[in-house]
Structures are given as structure tokens and as C-alpha cells.
């Protein structure tokens, strides 16, 4: 019983790193670059939400898609100045930047709201369902759907559209795909774009299950989403959403049957294991180098 | 990207090009500098809040050297060297508390002075011996692993190293763990030099020249018959053990350690400085090192602009500049007798994964 407790809630919590890690795997799949910042974008899609439900009064779902909206204008505008420029620099120096862009905007929130975490408003009362002795609050299944949604939206636009046609094209090859007449540029702005609204769903998700933000609240979370785009194999979707659902599982399993302390020191133990193990991920296939 | 892989003249620049008097005249600078900073300090001009930031700034040249040596000279990306100074700063610490202040010593005052000196040389040795056994430990699984993997899984290993601290309650767990105040200018001062002269000497020597050869590039360098597996591993370790060296100095600086002090974003400050330096210069790691160590303590009360600040700095380094400020130039190519071509126009090598 307890074991299916912590894997329904390990499972609500995997979706929300599924959603993170998905916009990883994106971007590393067509650009090639660990993209650092995209945990605090995840962060910035949470005080998003947070003042469009205390200043503004909004309801969920226009929260929820003023959030997407800014964060994935956000994740343009980051691509337009940091990483663009450095596109056929060494991944080095892309990963540097990255990093700088995310310290940026951590400190830019905590300079400009403080570094105390605020409680995220509450925007449904908890109501707490009992199916055979297993508890699933309706946040949870809250986190389950929209999740769900998410995801069969991003299939749709990835198997179905033009767009998605062409990040398809720009990841195999982006040469090829210039010369196709694709629009490299903006395939792999849209890509960011879609990458951190993810995120800010994400970010919205975790304030309404778990009500405390605060400015640093993405490192982690945005750490081990990347881990869980490695263990699924990076640059590949389904890989991304499986890696993150492992993960979300195995940390609370960490919790439940031996220490909540050990909970963060999982998820790189896992990484360590992985890239020993199969270092292309569970779904991913084995490349050999070409010189 | 062929001609971004050529190896750079400045780097394979052979020793005989120098002059032979430079090395003395450096040892001379360097001991000129020291007895002037003590000078100041019997002269009362400099206050202990001073000497403080002085052993900081020493501390952190080790540092940044000795990351450089891993991701600037070797082309390997760490992002967990704080890991390895925690390692440092924790068993020397640890062994201070437990060997060193259970003794009695008896006799005559220098002798106990000196028998102390030496308990303190073994003690940060042995944080320095552990980190770097670590280092090993680690660098031989994670080291096949390339570019942004390995960035990552350090990060991770530095992480762990954090949570297991936090519960290691022999150690204070997350309350820290105090120190006893053992180092002082001359330790922080000359363990650099000395740290410092090494790690020179190290990427002057064949090993060297072979790490400098896997970051050009890692396929030709294997094809010429370098263990590349064996000289990663080895500027890892070496790189980890300076970095233990230089977190024993530190936990006996500050008198207080706890994990959070060796967390992830101190790693970072480290980047930065190599990074600023030039990736593959001392020089400028050392330059780095003194100038943000004192711009960080005069920005000591803008907590979030400072890093607001140095992450601008960091975007346009990479932007403008990525081989950093110096590049991979070093103060003493001045005094490099000219060679064929022009050896004084850099090539702007980066290297490409």
C-alpha cells in the first residue's frame, strides 16, 4: 500500500519533470546546447502565476496560459541575445553562457522580489480521493491531465504541423534543412518557445501542489529534469516524458522506504549510473563517432 | 573547423626560448612581494580584515589554477571543483579537531611551534592526499564521458558531496563545523607559490604538453599514441588535489565550514575566474583571481547585483571574448625570444568538441 502511495505520488511529481525535461531534450536535440536557464524559466512561469492570481485575480487555466505565454517569449528573447550569436561556437562556451543566463535570472528575481519563498495562492481547495487505501488528491490529478494535455498537444505539433515538420528536419541536420528552405532561425525559436512554455506549465503545476516559490526553486528541479532527459536519452521526446516519470518515482521511493535527506542525492546518483551504464539513455540508440 | 585545431605556438613555445634569468627574476618579484605585504602588516597599514582577503585571494589563485589546469589546459569541463575543496576543508578540519588538538606538546616554544607547522603541513596534505583519491576515484568513470556529460555529472558529483555532508552529523552536518584559525598569511601565501610553481611545471613537462594535446584535439592526440583516458585522469587529479589543498587553507582561514559554503554556485565563482582569466592561461587565472576576489569583498553588501554582475560579465566574456581576457597568453611570452612568424598574434584557438 505504501508502495503504491508513493507511486502515484512519485508519478504526479515525474510529470512535472517530464514537463521540464521535455523542453531540455527540444533544445538539445536541435541546437545541441544544455540549456541552463530553462529550470528558472520554470521558475519565472511560477511568479508569473503567482501575480496573475494575487494581483489580478485570474482563475487557472487563463493563468495557466498567460504564464506559457510569457515564458516562452522569455525563452525567445534568451535564445535572440545569449545563444544565437554563439551558435557555431564550441558547446563550451554555449554551456558558460547558459549558465551565465541563468544566474542572471535567478538574481534578477531575488533582487527585484526578495529572497523569502511566498506561498502560492491557493486556487482549488484540496479535496482527497481514497481508491483501495491509495490517497490521489484532485491536485494531483490536476497535474495528471493538464500533463497529459500538454503532451498530446506537443505530439500534435511536432508528427502533424509544418513546424513540427521542420524541427524535425533542423535536428537531423541543419545544413540540410537550410538548404530544404527551412527557416532555421525561427524553427529553433519556435522549439525555445515551446521548450519553456512547457516549463512555465510546469512551474504553475508545482506552485499549486506544492505551494512555496522562491527565486532558487529552479535549480534543482531543473537539474534533475535534465537528468531525466539524459536517463531517457537526450534529444528524444518519449525518452524525456519516461526519464522524468523514473525520476519523480525513484526520489519519492527514496523517501518512503529510506530518507527524505537523500532525496536530491538520488537523482545524480542515477546520472552517474546512467552515463556509465548507457550513456545514450534507455531509448537512446548508439551513435559511433565519425572523426 | 580545421583551423580553429591548430595547436597554438604559444603553448608548445619550447622553455629554451626564454630567457635564462626570468625564473630568478620571478622568484625575486615573488619574494619582494611577500616580505613587502609583511612589511605592511608590521607597519600597521594593513589590518587583519586586509591580511584576511589577502590569504582569500591566494587561496582562490590555487583554485582557479588548478580548475584551469582541468578545463582550460586538459579541455575536460568540471563544474564540481567546490566538491573537492569541501573533501579539503572537511578532513582537514576533521583531523585538526580530532589529532592535532588532542595533543600535548611539550618542550621548548619554537620546537612546539614547529611541531605544530608540521602537524598543520600534514593535515592539509591529507585533506589535499583524500580529495584527490576522490579525483581518481571519480575521474576514471566519469572521464570517457565528453563535453557537457561531464559537466554535468561533476556538478552532480559536487551535489552529492554537498547532501552527504548535510548528513554527516561527525562533521556537524548542516549546522557547519568549527576550526581552529591555523592559516595564516605565509601558509596561504606560500603553499600558493609552491601549488602554483607545480601545476606550471606540470604543464610545462611531456605530461602537460599531452593534456594540452587532448583538448586540441582528443582523436589526433590518440592516434599519436596518448593514453588520453590516463592524462585526463591525471590533470583531474591533480586538478582535485589543489583544489582539497586549497579547501584545507580555507576551513582553517574562516574558522567555520559548513556545506553550504561549498555549494554549487561557489563552483561557479571559480568557472567565472577561469573563465575571465582565459581558458588555458595561469596568468590570467592569477589576474582573475586577485580582481574579483577584491571586487566581490567591495561588493560584499549588493548581494544579488554582485551576481547579477558577474553573470552579465560571464555572457559577454563568452559573447565578445570567449578565450577569456588573456586567452591562452601568458605574462612571460614577453619575454619570449621572437621565433619564425609571428608568434605575438595569438591564434584564436577554442576547442571544438
Same mark, same amino acid.
Given at each position: 500500500?505504501?508502495?503504491?502511495?508513493?507511486l502515484?505520488?512519485?508519478?504526479?511529481?515525474?510529470s512535472?519533470?517530464a514537463?521540464?525535461?521535455?523542453g531540455y531534450?527540444?533544445?538539445?536535440?536541435?541546437?545541441?546546447?544544455?540549456n541552463?536557464?530553462?529550470?528558472?524559466?520554470?521558475?519565472?512561469g511560477?511568479?508569473?502565476?503567482?501575480?496573475?492570481?494575487?494581483?489580478?485575480?485570474l482563475?487557472?487555466?487563463?493563468?495557466?496560459?498567460?504564464?506559457?505565454?510569457v515564458?516562452?517569449?522569455?525563452?525567445?528573447?534568451?535564445?535572440k541575445?545569449?545563444y544565437?550569436p554563439?551558435?557555431?561556437?564550441?558547446?563550451?562556451?554555449?554551456?558558460?553562457?547558459?549558465?551565465?543566463?541563468?544566474l542572471?535570472?535567478?538574481n534578477?528575481?531575488?533582487?527585484?522580489?526578495?529572497?523569502?519563498?511566498?506561498p502560492?495562492?491557493?486556487l482549488?481547495?484540496?479535496?482527497v480521493f481514497?481508491l483501495g487505501?491509495?490517497?490521489?488528491s484532485?491536485?494531483?490529478?490536476?497535474?495528471?491531465?493538464?500533463?497529459l494535455?500538454?503532451?498530446?498537444?506537443?505530439?500534435?505539433i511536432?508528427?502533424?504541423?509544418?513546424i513540427?515538420?521542420?524541427m524535425?528536419?533542423?535536428?537531423q541536420?541543419?545544413?540540410?534543412?537550410?538548404?530544404?528552405?527551412i527557416?532555421?532561425?525561427?524553427?529553433?525559436?519556435?522549439?525555445f518557445a515551446?521548450?519553456?512554455?512547457l516549463?512555465?506549465?510546469?512551474?504553475?503545476?508545482?506552485?499549486?501542489?506544492?505551494?512555496r516559490i522562491?527565486?532558487?526553486?529552479?535549480?534543482?528541479p531543473?537539474?534533475?529534469?535534465?537528468?531525466?532527459a539524459?536517463?531517457g536519452?537526450?534529444?528524444?521526446?518519449?525518452?524525456?516524458?519516461?526519464?522524468g516519470?523514473?525520476?519523480g518515482?525513484?526520489?519519492?521511493?527514496?523517501?518512503?522506504?529510506w530518507?527524505?535527506?537523500?532525496r536530491d542525492?538520488?537523482?545524480?546518483a542515477?546520472?552517474?549510473?546512467?552515463?556509465?551504464?548507457?550513456?545514450?539513455?534507455?531509448?537512446?540508440?548508439?551513435?559511433?563517432?565519425?572523426v | 573547423?580545421?583551423?580553429?585545431?591548430?595547436?597554438?605556438?604559444?603553448?608548445i613555445?619550447?622553455?629554451?626560448?626564454?630567457?635564462?634569468?626570468?625564473?630568478?627574476v620571478?622568484?625575486?618579484?615573488?619574494?619582494?612581494?611577500?616580505?613587502?605585504?609583511l612589511?605592511?602588516?608590521?607597519?600597521?597599514?594593513?589590518?587583519?580584515?586586509?591580511?584576511?582577503?589577502?590569504?582569500?585571494?591566494?587561496?582562490?589563485?590555487?583554485?582557479?589554477?588548478?580548475l584551469?589546469?582541468?578545463?582550460?589546459?586538459?579541455?575536460?569541463?568540471?563544474?564540481?571543483?567546490?566538491?573537492f575543496m569541501?573533501?579539503?576543508?572537511y578532513?582537514?578540519?576533521?583531523?585538526?579537531?580530532n589529532?592535532?588538538?588532542?595533543?600535548?606538546?611539550?618542550?621548548?616554544?619554537?620546537l612546539?611551534?614547529?611541531?605544530?607547522?608540521?602537524?598543520?603541513?600534514?593535515? +592539509?596534505? $591529507?585533506? /589535499?592526499?583524500?580529495a584527490?583519491f576522490?579525483?581518481?576515484l %571519480?575521474?576514471?568513470? #566519469? =572521464?570517457?564521458?565528453?563535453?557537457?556529460?561531464?559537466?554535468?555529472?561533476?556538478?552532480?558529483?559536487?551535489?552529492?558531496?554537498?547532501?552527504?555532508?548535510?548528513?554527516?552529523?561527525?562533521?556537524?552536518?548542516?549546522?557547519?563545523y568549527?576550526?581552529?584559525?591555523?592559516?595564516?598569511?605565509?601558509w596561504?601565501f606560500?603553499?600558493?607559490v609552491?601549488?602554483?610553481l607545480?601545476?606550471?611545471?606540470?604543464?610545462?613537462?611531456t605530461?602537460?604538453?599531452?593534456?594540452?594535446?587532448v583538448?586540441?584535439d582528443? +582523436?589526433? $592526440?590518440? /592516434?599519436?599514441?596518448i593514453?588520453?583516458?590516463r592524462?585526463? %585522469?591525471?590533470?583531474f #587529479? =591533480?586538478g582535485?588535489?589543489f583544489?582539497g589543498?586549497?579547501?584545507?587553507?580555507?576551513?582553517?582561514?574562516?574558522?567555520?565550514?559548513?556545506?553550504?559554503?561549498?555549494?554549487?554556485?561557489?563552483?561557479i565563482?571559480?568557472?567565472?575566474?577561469?573563465v575571465?582569466?582565459?581558458l588555458?592561461?595561469?596568468t590570467?587565472?592569477?589576474t582573475?583571481?586577485?580582481f574579483?576576489?577584491?571586487?566581490?569583498?567591495?561588493?560584499?553588501?549588493?548581494?544579488?547585483?554582485r551576481?547579477?554582475?558577474?553573470?552579465v560579465?560571464?555572457?559577454l566574456?563568452?559573447?565578445?571574448?570567449?578565450?577569456?581576457?588573456l586567452?591562452?597568453?601568458?605574462? #612571460?611570452?614577453?619575454?619570449?625570444?621572437?621565433?619564425?612568424?609571428?608568434?605575438?598574434?595569438?591564434?584564436q584557438?577554442?576547442?571544438a568538441?
Amino acid at each position: 500500500m505504501e508502495f503504491l502511495q508513493q507511486l502515484v505520488n512519485g508519478l504526479a511529481l515525474g510529470s512535472i519533470y517530464a514537463l521540464i525535461a521535455i523542453g531540455y531534450t527540444m533544445v538539445y536535440g536541435i541546437v545541441q546546447l544544455i540549456n541552463f536557464a530553462h529550470g528558472d524559466i520554470y521558475m519565472i512561469g511560477a511568479f508569473v502565476g503567482f501575480f496573475a492570481v494575487v494581483k489580478y485575480g485570474l482563475p487557472f487555466l487563463p493563468t495557466l496560459l498567460l504564464a506559457m505565454l510569457v515564458c516562452s517569449v522569455l525563452g525567445v528573447i534568451i535564445e535572440k541575445i545569449a545563444y544565437r550569436p554563439l551558435r557555431n561556437s564550441p558547446r563550451i562556451t554555449a554551456l558558460i553562457t547558459a549558465i551565465g543566463v541563468s544566474l542572471f535570472l535567478e538574481n534578477v528575481v531575488r533582487w527585484r522580489l526578495g529572497p523569502d519563498p511566498r506561498p502560492f495562492p491557493e486556487l482549488f481547495s484540496v479535496k482527497v480521493f481514497s481508491l483501495g487505501g491509495v490517497q490521489v488528491s484532485n491536485v494531483q490529478l490536476l497535474i495528471f491531465g493538464v500533463a497529459l494535455v500538454l503532451i498530446v498537444i506537443l505530439q500534435f505539433i511536432i508528427y502533424r504541423t509544418r513546424i513540427g515538420k521542420a524541427m524535425r528536419a533542423v535536428s537531423q541536420d541543419q545544413d540540410a534543412a537550410r538548404l530544404m528552405g527551412i527557416n532555421v532561425d525561427r524553427t529553433i525559436s519556435v522549439t525555445f518557445a515551446i521548450g519553456s512554455a512547457l516549463a512555465a506549465a510546469a512551474g504553475i503545476l508545482v506552485g499549486i501542489a506544492y505551494p512555496r516559490i522562491d527565486p532558487y526553486m529552479g535549480i534543482l528541479p531543473g537539474l534533475k529534469a535534465f537528468v531525466a532527459a539524459v536517463l531517457g536519452g537526450i534529444g528524444i521526446i518519449p525518452g524525456a516524458m519516461l526519464g522524468g516519470l523514473v525520476m519523480g518515482v525513484a526520489e519519492l521511493m527514496v523517501v518512503g522506504f529510506w530518507s527524505s535527506d537523500y532525496r536530491d542525492a538520488i537523482a545524480f546518483a542515477i546520472l552517474i549510473i546512467i552515463l556509465l551504464i548507457k550513456p545514450t539513455g534507455i531509448l537512446g540508440k548508439n551513435q559511433s563517432e565519425k572523426v | 573547423m580545421a583551423d580553429t585545431n591548430q595547436v597554438n605556438q604559444m603553448q608548445i613555445a619550447n622553455v629554451e626560448n626564454y630567457p635564462r634569468g626570468l625564473r630568478w627574476v620571478i622568484l625575486v618579484g615573488v619574494l619582494l612581494l611577500y616580505l613587502g605585504i609583511l612589511g605592511l602588516k608590521e607597519s600597521g597599514s594593513l589590518n587583519p580584515y586586509h591580511i584576511q582577503i589577502l590569504c582569500l585571494i591566494c587561496i582562490n589563485i590555487v583554485l582557479v589554477v588548478s580548475l584551469n589546469l582541468i578545463n582550460g589546459f586538459t579541455g575536460q569541463f568540471s563544474l564540481g571543483h567546490a566538491g573537492f575543496m569541501a573533501v579539503g576543508a572537511y578532513v582537514s578540519a576533521f583531523l585538526t579537531r580530532n589529532v592535532i588538538n588532542q595533543l600535548t606538546f611539550s618542550g621548548a616554544e619554537w620546537l612546539v611551534t614547529l611541531e605544530k607547522a608540521g602537524l598543520f603541513l600534514l593535515v +592539509i596534505l $591529507a585533506g /589535499a592526499l583524500v580529495a584527490a583519491f576522490l579525483g581518481v576515484l %571519480v575521474g576514471l568513470p #566519469t =572521464l570517457r564521458l565528453r563535453g557537457d556529460y561531464l559537466a554535468i555529472a561533476t556538478l552532480g558529483l559536487g551535489e552529492i558531496i554537498r547532501i552527504l555532508l548535510i548528513n554527516l552529523d561527525v562533521v556537524g552536518g548542516a549546522r557547519g563545523y568549527a576550526v581552529p584559525k591555523l592559516t595564516n598569511f605565509s601558509w596561504a601565501f606560500w603553499l600558493m607559490v609552491i601549488a602554483v610553481l607545480l601545476m606550471v611545471n606540470f604543464i610545462n613537462s611531456t605530461h602537460g604538453r599531452a593534456c594540452i594535446s587532448v583538448r586540441e584535439d582528443e +582523436i589526433a $592526440a590518440e /592516434a599519436m599514441g596518448i593514453n588520453t583516458t590516463r592524462y585526463k %585522469v591525471m590533470a583531474f #587529479t =591533480l586538478g582535485a588535489f589543489f583544489a582539497g589543498l586549497s579547501g584545507a587553507l580555507f576551513a582553517h582561514l574562516f574558522v567555520y565550514i559548513s556545506p553550504q559554503i561549498f555549494g554549487f554556485l561557489r563552483s561557479i565563482d571559480i568557472l567565472v575566474m577561469v573563465v575571465l582569466g582565459g581558458l588555458g592561461s595561469i596568468t590570467g587565472s592569477i589576474t582573475a583571481a586577485i580582481f574579483i576576489t577584491v571586487v566581490m569583498e567591495m561588493l560584499r553588501q549588493l548581494v544579488e547585483l554582485r551576481v547579477i554582475i558577474f553573470a552579465v560579465i560571464l555572457i559577454l566574456v563568452m559573447l565578445v571574448r570567449p578565450q577569456g581576457l588573456l586567452g591562452n597568453r601568458e605574462i #612571460t611570452d614577453l619575454f619570449r625570444r621572437k621565433q619564425r612568424g609571428d608568434p605575438d598574434e595569438p591564434a584564436q584557438h577554442q576547442k571544438a568538441v
